[in-house]
């Protein structure tokens, strides 16, 4: 039986990497066409913070020795600039012109998918062995055969990597699969007990596109009490009716040494971050240059270019004197969120991750596809909990149809003329509201399926006794 | 009444003059080395290849640096001394243009085009005298100063998205200096009359009563500047001397006077350049000078190549005739017919790059009056057809991509055929090279790419560093200043063609920051594009040199080549400007949908859970409540009792709901106190 099992493991791995090579020669056939398809320039790709070409102008205007900041055309991490700028102008002859630019992110795509899939058996066995602790593996197995097929992991891997959206992000030269990337790999140093990763991928992630501040909430849960599991207080009834269950196969306390441990480490990695910045920085004006035109365009929205999510045109049309209002209140709703999903989410800070990682990619101000990708793909962590999820099927379709519906209505608007801004705007809209949906249903999903675990932990001493 | 009040105008006019001319002589001898303030008035005419007539005004004032002077002025514009002693403006040149400069058919090269001929719009550059931080500010205040003085509006190059610092590709460098244009500016006689007012006499008498504004407006180009140089004042005290040189240049096309328009079909009088004089270009004649105008001329010039082209053809009549042309007879040629006799014929000195020089004909406005006006004509007897002489490079600039979201401004330098000539001094050099500057000023809702900067020599391209020498770009920053490129091209001297190519992204606006007609497109002010190695001057040797014309001291300085490029209209994408309020509500109920939803899909429990928690709650009671039971038992001066359950709730509800008003009530106050 086992035999068969690990067997039936091999081959699955087997195919799991079969398609991974599958999804980096597609990416390859993707860049050796002309131009990159001219995905560089799209707006749903390229946000003013992850744009290529931006990034090429700031190396450009550093070689130049003046700051890449000079100008609003640049607005990332000044270490991003020393770490990719050359490989904007580097060329080989006879092959496409950022070959070098474009394996970084395949790269970068194949190990965040990697890092998915590692985390994603994580989870796997920490799911497992709540469920064994809370003897309702023979209930669940009856439902949940998929699972047992292909895990969440690798479900999570592939999603990732043959999203088409994480495909036209990286194939676009966007900068967003290397921001995913850093988050991915905070998400997985508190997975598997990695405190230094976990500080490190907060940091660089938190550095790059400030919205992964948020996640040292779900971070600090992951590290304070272990990955997702069923809410405590299921155990503990448990625990009082079988004392027989020994302590020590879960830990059900919060424990503070790790915690610390990160907070060291954070400060240490963002004290080096800051320094190799200061460091690049300094004939140019310094960090406070460097936080005002990053973290200060961020908040500001000053670019108004359109792009998939709502603000720009909000902003576009808003009357002056309500902007600065208007700017608190929305970042202000990301912010609200927190409290909330963190007290009502603590047993499933993957969970809380994932959730909070969709509503800053629907609510930041430049919101691209890239964002979108990442919490797709960490969606495939929650197979099993959320394989009852209300309206996947519409969800599924409305994403497909915007990402179709979205080019179109942007080249009639800005390409031919016939349409107008409301096009898109209504697009974005559409877009917004999808994932609105999608997030709150997989929260009530999240909240059922802990309903139902309870139900089946309660309920089956009572069936034994009658 | 009419009749009676012109001799005595005429006499007042003879009387003050006399005076002015006694009062400048005496005080010429009383004070010897205080100088006085000056006017000096001339007017250029040129005919152009192309049917049409140059008229080119110069009206320079002079004011000395003295300390007698104080506030007063005898001649100078008192407006514009003061601009100058308030904003301590160095140097400064204002020009109003409508129309383009047609850099083929008029010459490039001459001093002419290459510094009088101006960017459609209003182009304004200044340079302080101030330390460098309050440049700005003066700047700004100048502008104003201008737009109230000019009827125009300047004040838009206030802010600071609108001008520019250049450093070393605007002739002038200097570290204060500041540009700015508006490309969009419609300039008409509401710009011309107060110019004209700064004139001693106004367009009253002189020259410029020739500015009737019908003719004038007719014209194919019509460009007024405003020059002025303030020599710096030495110590304190003295006012610093200013030199304001205005020039007006209109390109006009003759009318016929007998509707030859008709003729024009006629192939042998195609060729025949159309006849005019000042009467019919503008419908006046010089009916005597300007009184208070130390000197007033009119001019006019032969080009080069006309002259090249009249000897040739004289030639070609009089082969027989074995002695060579003196300029003294040239006048005389059987090709054209001048109306009047010049007083004087100068003939251009060493013109380098050029076989022949070109001719000017003097006129002396002193000896006309109003009884015999200066009308002076030009008639042509034979065809003649010539090229101007044009910049090394064709310079022009051009628009690619389509589309709302990207483009790239093209700036192509086209050799032209003249060029071999005057090339051939260096072309024996194998390592010859062709400097050229370039200036560009973008607008920050073009968002240039400096990175994408291609240069194409031949429809080759060429590696970047190879071409250009020395490159300066300031980014534009969003909403607060423009882009900037000042760049040093080193090009091959047997360049055919040149290209630069540089991409840019649309920007997106606030709706606000459109202007009425935001469908018409955006305005990229023209690029400079000069040649450091040319200089356009023209050197006249005048036999008088005691009273040396400043026109023609003005052609002598020695200038690099200049011209300026179209300028190009870039339509930007559109919000829908009727949308405000909708978007505001429809965002803020997607937004409200996300919140609502995703608290209520939190804080929803279901039946078992109520129940759950109702037992919990029947069960032991939070502390709060307790407490404030507790609380008001002790007020009440009762023993307090464990509450029973169904009153007891109803009790929480209504102390619970006693707390909120209260808490309400307490924030209402405070608000209330801490407001007022």
């Known amino acids: 039986m086992q035999k068969m099992g690990k067997q039936k493991n091999k081959t699955a791995s087997f195919s799991f990497w079969n398609w991974v090579i599958a999804s980096i020669i597609f990416r390859l056939i993707l860049i050796y066409f002309p131009k990159n398809l001219n995905l560089a320039s799209r707006p749903e790709v390229s946000t003013p913070l992850t744009s290529f070409r931006r990034l090429a102008e700031g190396y450009w205007l550093k070689q130049l020795s003046m700051s890449p900041y000079a100008g609003s055309m640049y607005h990332g991490s000044p270490l991003l600039l020393s770490l990719l700028g050359p490989l904007t102008v580097k060329r080989i002859e006879g092959q496409p012109n950022h070959l070098l630019y474009s394996l970084v992110s395949v790269i970068a795509d194949v190990v965040s998918a990697i890092l998915i899939r590692a985390t994603g058996k994580n989870l796997r066995l920490a799911y ?191 009357f002056d004197f309500f ?31 994932f959730v909070y990682i969709a509503i800053f990619s629907m609510l930041k101000s430049y919101p691209s596809v890239g964002d979108s990708a990442l919490y797709l793909g960490l969606l495939g962590w929650f197979v099993n909990e959320l394989a009852d999820i209300q309206f996947s099927f519409f969800l599924f379709c409305g994403y497909v149809g915007v990402s179709l519906l979205s080019p179109v209505m942007h080249t009639l608007w800005i390409w031919r003329g016939t349409g107008n801004a409301n096009f898109y705007f209504a697009t974005a809209m559409v877009y917004a509201c999808l994932q609105i949906i999608l997030v709150v249903e997989g929260v009530s999903a999240m909240l059922n399926h802990d309903r139902k675990l309870r139900n089946l932990a309660t309920s089956k001493p009572q069936d034994a006794k009658s | 009444m009419t009749l009676l009040q012109r001799p005595v105008l005429v006499l007042l006019l003879l009387v003050t003059h006399h005076l002015l001319q006694c009062w400048i002589a005496f005080g010429s001898v009383d004070e010897e080395g205080q100088k006085q303030e000056e006017f000096n008035e001339e007017l250029l005419l040129k005919p152009l290849p192309d049917r049409t007539v140059l008229a080119h005004f110069h009206f320079q004032s002079s004011a000395p640096p003295s300390t007698s002077n104080g506030r007063h002025h005898h001649l100078f514009p008192k407006a514009i001394s003061q601009l100058v002693q308030k904003f301590r403006v160095k140097e400064m040149e204002l020009s109003f243009t409508q129309g383009r400069w047609n850099y083929e058919r008029w010459g490039g090269f001459d001093p002419i085009a290459s510094s009088n001929a101006k960017p459609p719009g209003v182009e304004l550059w200044a340079v302080f005298d101030v330390p460098q931080h309050q440049v700005d500010a003066s700047w700004k205040n100048l502008t104003h100063a201008l737009s109230g003085l000019f009827c125009a509006s300047i004040n838009f190059l206030e802010s600071t998205s609108t001008y520019s610092a250049p450093e070393w590709s605007f002739p002038p460098s200097s570290g204060n200096l500041r540009y700015g244009t508006l490309p969009r ?75 030859q328009r008709a003729s024009m079909d006629h192939a042998s009088e195609k060729h025949i350049q159309p006849s005019w004089s000042l009467s019919s270009i503008f419908g006046k004649q010089v009916r005597g000078r300007c009184v208070l105008a130390k000197s007033s001329k009119v001019y006019l010039q032969l080009d080069r190549g006309l002259v090249a082209e009249l000897k040739r053809i004289h030639k070609e009549n009089e082969k027989s005739v074995a002695n060579g042309l003196t300029s003294e007879n040239f006048w ?136 250009i020498e020395k490159i300066h770009v300031s980014p534009s920053k969003d909403k607060v200043s423009p882009g900037m490129m000042e760049m040093v091209l080193k090009l091959p001297c047997r360049v055919k063609s040149a290209a630069l190519t540089i991409e840019f992204d649309k920007g997106f606006l606030h709706i606000d920051e459109y202007p009425p007609d935001a469908n018409q497109g955006f305005d990229i002010p023209s690029a400079i594009i000069s040649f450091p190695n040319f ?142």
């Open chain 1, 128 to 318: 497992l062995r709540s469920l064994e602790s809370l003897d309702i593996v023979q209930q669940t197995k009856a439902s949940g055969e998929f699972f047992k097929i292909l895990s969440p992991g690798d479900a999570a891997a592939l999603i990732y990597l043959w999203n088409p959206f994480t495909i036209v992000a990286c194939v676009g030269l966007s900068t967003s699969p290397i921001e995913n990337m850093a988050v991915i790999l905070c998400l997985y140093g508190a997975c598997s007990r990695l405190v230094p990763l976990a500080a490190f991928g907060w940091v660089i992630a938190t550095h790059l596109s400030l919205y992964p501040a948020i996640l040292i909430i779900p971070v600090i849960f992951l590290l304070g009490c272990g990955p997702d599991a069923p809410p405590r207080k299921l155990f503990l009834q448990k625990n009082n009716k079988e004392e027989v269950l020994s302590k020590s196969k879960l830990r059900l306390g919060f424990s503070w040494r790790p915690i610390t441990h990160f907070a060291f480490w954070a400060l240490l990695w963002s004290a080096y971050v800051l320094v190799l910045c200061g460091i690049s920085l300094k004939q140019f004006g310094g960090l406070w240059e460097m936080f005002k035109s990053t973290y200060g365009f961020i908040l500001t929205v000053e670019d108004l270019s359109p792009n998939i999510g709502v603000l720009w045109y909000f902003f576009a049309e808003v």
């Open chain 1, 323 to 353: 902007r600065n209002f208007f700017l608190i209140v929305f970042h202000v709703n990301i912010l609200f969120m927190i409290m909330p999903l963190a007290i009502r989410l603590h047993h499933r800070p993957c969970f809380l991750a």
């Open chain 2, 185 to 259: 500016e419609a300039v008409c006689t509401e710009n011309l009359t107060p110019w004209l007012k700064l004139l001693p006499c106004r367009d009253k008498a002189g020259l410029a009563v020739l500015l009737d504004r019908p003719s004038i407006y007719r014209g194919f180009y019509h460009s007024q500047r405003l020059h002025l140089t303030s020599t710096g004042s030495g110590s304190k005290g003295t006012d610093s001397g200013i030199i304001l040189n205005q020039a007006l240049t209109v390109v006009l096309q003759p009318i016929q006077p007998n509707g």
């Open chain 2, 332 to 467: 005389s040629y059987p090709s054209f017919e001048l109306s009047a006799n010049p007083d004087r014929i100068v003939v251009e000195e060493n013109s380098l790059h050029s076989k022949s020089s070109s001719i000017l004909y003097n006129f002396q406005v002193e000896k006309y009056s109003e009884s015999e006006p200066l009308d002076l004509g030009l008639t042509w007897k034979i065809p003649v057809v010539w090229l101007c002489q044009s910049a090394p490079l064709h310079s022009s600039r051009y628009l690619m991509g389509s589309g709302n979201e990207r483009g790239a401004i093209a700036i192509s330098l086209k050799s032209t055929q003249l060029r071999e000539g005057f090339m051939g001094a260096f072309a024996d050099n194998e390592r010859c090279e062709l400097r050229v500057d370039v200036f560009q000023v973008v607008p920050w809702y073009v968002k240039v790419y400096f990175h994408s900067l291609q240069v194409f020599i031949d429809q080759q391209p060429k590696a970047v560093s190879d071409v």
């Open chain 2, 535 to 676: 200089h356009a001057s023209m050197f006249f040797l005048e036999d008088g040199s005691v009273n040396k014309s400043p026109l023609l001291s003005k052609f002598q300085e020695k200038s690099p080549v200049m011209s300026y490029t179209e300028v190009l209209l870039v339509p930007l994408t559109t919000p829908d400007f009727s949308m405000p309020y909708n978007v505001i509500t429809i965002t803020c109920t997607v937004f409200a949908l996300y919140f609502g939803s995703l608290l209520n899909v939190l804080r929803r429990r279901i039946a078992e859970e109520e129940r759950f928690l109702k037992d919990k709650a029947t069960k032991k009671t939070g502390q709060l409540p307790l407490l404030l039971s507790k609380l008001s038992a002790k007020l009440r001066g009762r023993p307090w009792e464990p509450p029973h359950s169904p009153p007891s709730s109803s009790f929480f509800i209504s102390s619970k709901l006693v707390f909120k008003v209260i808490l309400v009530a307490g924030l209402a106050v405070s608000w209330q106190y801490y407001f007022s």
